[in-house]
């Protein structure tokens, strides 16, 4: 069983940055394509961004390309979402996911997710 916990979310300025955290335990780390979704009040869940086993191939969503930065360390079981110049409609709970079977571009559809985190808070303010 792996455990998934969030951080770094919180209250930002539009235009504003914030980089979220995504601490994996239970598992090898390594072995999990990972990934980030969003949950907008009122609206069904989004994939932001996935990032592969090895770090070197990302996939993002199209609001937040060229915008938001996916990353992962290995080392320290750790997959980071480095988000800058924040909008309003970026306001969501962020969750991390994990993926053991398949790519960062089928992650997208969120199908293959095997766990999910508790989420973090985002909000950015006009």
């Known amino acids: 069983q792996v455990q998934l916990v969030e951080s770094g979310g919180g209250l930002v300025q539009a235009g504003g940055s914030l980089r979220l955290s995504c601490a994996a335990s239970?598992?090898?780390?390594?072995?999990?394509?990972m990934g980030w979704f969003r949950r907008a009040p009122g609206k069904g869940r989004e994939f932001v961004a996935a990032?592969?086993?090895?770090?070197?191939?990302?996939y993002y969503g199209e609001s937040v390309k060229g915008r938001f930065t996916i990353s992962r360390d290995n080392a320290k079981d750790t997959v980071y979402l480095q988000m800058n110049s924040l909008k309003p409609e970026d306001t969501a709970v962020y969750y991390c996911?994990?993926?053991?079977?398949?790519?960062?571009?089928?992650?997208?559809?969120?199908?293959?997710?095997?766990?999910w985190g508790q989420g973090t808070q985002v909000t950015v303010s006009s």
């Open positions: 996911a994990s993926d053991r079977g398949g790519t960062a571009y089928a992650m997208a559809s969120g199908a293959s997710v095997d766990y």
């Open positions: 239970g598992g090898t780390f390594s072995i999990y394509v």
């Open positions: 990032i592969n086993r090895s770090g070197l191939s990302t």
